[in-house]
């Protein structure tokens, strides 16, 4: 733990990239769209986020996380700013993150409204069970071929 | 009277204390993804109230928070309207009622994100988007309902006829309101009257449900005047931890 003399701003960017969202791992806070500004002054570090839905109970661990984050990387002085606009959209999803997603069972959001296809068998016979799912962030769809159930980022 | 701090309370409240009575639900819904549904809603709506009631209390200058304001005050300070304080009662009412609600926040919320407070249009265009999904599943459970057997049928119409005189408080309108009108923060509640009439009596004809033909509507609620008795008791529940220990944090 020794504080870097020059903390840069991509040097802070490159380690939130690390952070991972708490009720989804497999993607990162930056990923999710969540870190919405990043400033450093000196030793000192201001990060901005805004949360996904309004409710969200994940907002205060991933506030946590990131100072703990940075505090490994040898931040001393991490400020976190919360701000709700403009308001989080579901386009703020990274290509990555929405790949990511995909590849752990989540069907990323879509425009349309509902998932492309189903994230198991990639079968576009998919309907809807329930517009609220496990997370505020999801919905439950169902696949009509493979018959798994899975979970669909909705797009807001 | 603090005008602009009255408006933010009526929009804070309503959202606390439907979303309490909508987590009232929670562990004992008719199936698993309504009662998902019902607590995800829930959250949604004691999300946007911290926004509403952080923002009050920044208003009123007086060193509240937004906590202090749900769970320090009592029933007589709140501003909720009637509606959403009386008990859940069935699975129909309680979705009935979001329904009437949701049907007005919609395109009062859209209304707002055009305000002149730049505050409060950006916690309505916040807030807007989860009244917005709120709106098409309770519309679509309405539909389900009361299109659907006889039984399900004859419980919406009688929370229908129950919850009718308390929607009409909605559209209520007072100095406060007017205060907002000419400060052109928040239209008159009473111009969401047409777009409110169009949601409900297009989905209550979908869901086979004829609405009362009554205007009488209770009041009381938003001014803060004359609450339902239900409230003081749902305050109990809600701030019981508050009041016997004050600033208990997680």
Not at chain 2, 21 to 37: F, H, K, M, N, Y
Not at chain 2, 164 to 180: I, K, N
Request: net charge negative; glycine share 8%.
């Amino acid at each position: 733990m020794t504080a870097s003399p020059h903390i840069s701003e991509a040097q802070v960017w490159n380690w939130l990239e690390d952070v991972p969202d708490p009720e989804i791992p497999v993607i990162s806070v930056v990923d999710l769209g969540v870190v919405r500004a990043v400033s450093v002054s000196g030793d000192a570090v201001e990060v901005t986020i805004t949360p996904t839905y309004s409710g969200c109970p994940a907002m205060a661990v991933i506030a946590m996380d990131i100072e703990t984050a940075l505090a490994k990387h040898g931040v001393p002085s991490v400020q976190l700013k919360t701000q709700i606009a403009p308001a989080w959209t579901t386009d703020w999803l990274s290509d990555k993150g929405r790949a990511r997603l995909e590849s752990y069972g989540i069907a990323p959001p879509q425009a349309a409204g509902g998932p492309a296809r189903c994230p198991q068998c990639k079968s576009t016979a998919v309907e809807r069970v329930s517009q609220f799912g496990s997370t505020p962030c999801k919905a439950q769809w169902r696949c009509t071929d493979c018959l798994e159930p899975f979970d669909y980022f909705k797009c807001i | 009277m603090n005008h602009l701090f009255e408006f933010l309370l009526r929009q804070g409240d309503n959202a606390l204390v439907l979303g309490h009575r909508t987590s009232e639900w929670c562990g004992v819904a008719p199936a698993l993804e309504e009662d998902i549904a019902l607590a995800n809603t829930a959250l949604d709506l004691i999300g946007q109230t911290q926004l509403w009631l952080g923002y009050a209390a920044e208003v009123e200058g007086q060193g509240r928070s937004a906590n202090d304001l749900a769970y320090l005050r009592d029933v007589y300070d709140f501003r909720n309207v009637l509606m959403l304080e009386v008990p859940n009662a069935d699975f129909g009412r309680t979705l009935m009622r979001q329904f009437l609600f949701d049907a007005f926040q919609v395109p009062w919320l859209t209304a707002l994100c055009g305000s002149s407070d730049t505050h409060v249009a950006d916690i309505a265009t916040k807030s807007v988007k989860e009244a917005t999904y709120h709106l098409d599943r309770s519309a679509d459970t309405v539909i389900a309902l009361g299109d659907g057997t006889e039984e399900s049928n004859a419980r919406m119409q009688a929370a229908l006829d129950h919850l009718w005189p308390y929607a009409g408080e909605l559209f209520g309108e007072d100095e406060t309101d007017q205060a907002m009108q000419k400060k052109g923060i928040a239209p008159l509640p009473a111009s969401m009257r047409n777009d409110w009439d169009r949601t409900v009596h297009g989905t209550l004809s979908e869901a086979a449900l004829r609405a009362p033909d009554s205007a009488f509507a209770h009041s009381g609620g938003r001014s803060g005047f004359r609450h339902t008795e239900h409230l003081g008791h749902m305050l109990a529940t809600m701030q019981t931890l508050q009041r016997s220990y004050p600033g208990a944090a997680w």
